[in-house]
C-alpha cells in the first residue's frame, strides 16, 4: 500500500494536496534554469523563483482532496488516459498573466504538438467533473511557470519586468516528448514543496508505489 501523506485534517479526515501533470526530463529542467539565470542576469526582481525541480505541465489542478477519494481519481484518470500517447513540444518564447502593471506570473510557452495536449487536458477535466471537480473556464494553454511576482511589487516594478520579458532574446532550447500523466501529490514544507507521484497514466505494465521525487528525481531520505 502506498503511504498517505496528509497535508491537514478535516471533518473529513487527512486531506492531500493535489494536481495532474505532465512531468519534465531532467533536461529541460537545466534549461528552464539557465532562461531563470538569464532573467536574473538581466535584472529580473521582486519575483520568487520557482524551483526548476518543482516545474511541471499542470493539465488540472485538485487542490486540497480527502485521502479517501484518492482511489476514485486514480479509477477516472485511467479510463480518460488508456491508450499510449507520445507529443513532442518545443520550449519557446516567455510569455506572462496579469497585464503590464499587474504582472503577476511568468511563464516559458510550448510550441509543437499543443493541440494534442489540450485535447489531453480536456481528457482530464471532462473525467473529473463527475467527482466534483469543476472544469476549467479558461482555455488550456500549454506553459511552465518561471517565477510570481512578489505581492509587494510596485506597478512600475511589474511594467519594468513585463518590457523584460516581451524583450529579451533566449538562446536555443531543447524540445522535450511527453509520454505520460500523472496524479502528483504536493506536500507543502519549510524549505519548499515536496512532490511525491501517486500514479502515472497510462498505467506502467509494472504498477506499484512510485518513489518520492523532488521534481522528478529519488528524494534524499
Known amino acids: 500500500m502506498r503511504p498517505r501523506e496528509s497535508t491537514g485534517r478535516g471533518p473529513a479526515g487527512p486531506s492531500l494536496r493535489l494536481f495532474v501533470a505532465c512531468e519534465l526530463p531532467d533536461e ?3 534549461a528552464l534554469a539557465a532562461v ?17 525541480e518543482g516545474i511541471h505541465l499542470t493539465l488540472k489542478f485538485l487542490g486540497d482532496v480527502p485521502a479517501r477519494r484518492l482511489e476514485a481519481i486514480e479509477r477516472v ?4 488516459v488508456r491508450e499510449p500517447f507520445r507529443f513532442s513540444v518545443q520550449m519557446a518564447k516567455l510569455g506572462s498573466f496579469g497585464g503590464s502593471t499587474g504582472l503577476r506570473v511568468v511563464w516559458l510557452g510550448l510550441e509543437g504538438e499543443v493541440e494534442g495536449l489540450a485535447r489531453l487536458a480536456a481528457r482530464v477535466d471532462a473525467a473529473l467533473e463527475p467527482l466534483g471537480f469543476p472544469r476549467e473556464r479558461r482555455p488550456f ?16 516594478d511589474r511594467r519594468r519586468l513585463f518590457d523584460l520579458v516581451r524583450s529579451l532574446e ?6 522535450l516528448t511527453l509520454e505520460a500523466v500523472s496524479l502528483m501529490q504536493s506536500t507543502l ?4 514543496a515536496r512532490y511525491q507521484c501517486m500514479a502515472r497514466f497510462p498505467a506502467p505494465f509494472s504498477a506499484g508505489p512510485q518513489p518520492d521525487i523532488e521534481g522528478g528525481r529519488p528524494a534524499h531520505r
Not at 484518470?77 to 480518460?80: D, G, I, Q, T, V
Not at 514544507?189 to 519548499?192: A, Q
Open 141 to 156: 494553454a500549454a506553459h511552465l511557470t518561471l517565477a510570481r511576482v512578489k505581492e509587494g511589487a510596485s506597478p512600475q
Open 189 to 192: 514544507e519549510p524549505g519548499g
Open 28 to 30: 529541460a529542467r537545466e
Open 77 to 80: 484518470l485511467a479510463r480518460a
Open 36 to 52: 531563470q539565470r538569464l532573467l536574473e542576469e538581466r535584472g529580473a526582481d521582486g519575483v520568487r523563483w520557482v524551483r526548476p
Open 170 to 175: 533566449l538562446p536555443p532550447l531543447p524540445s
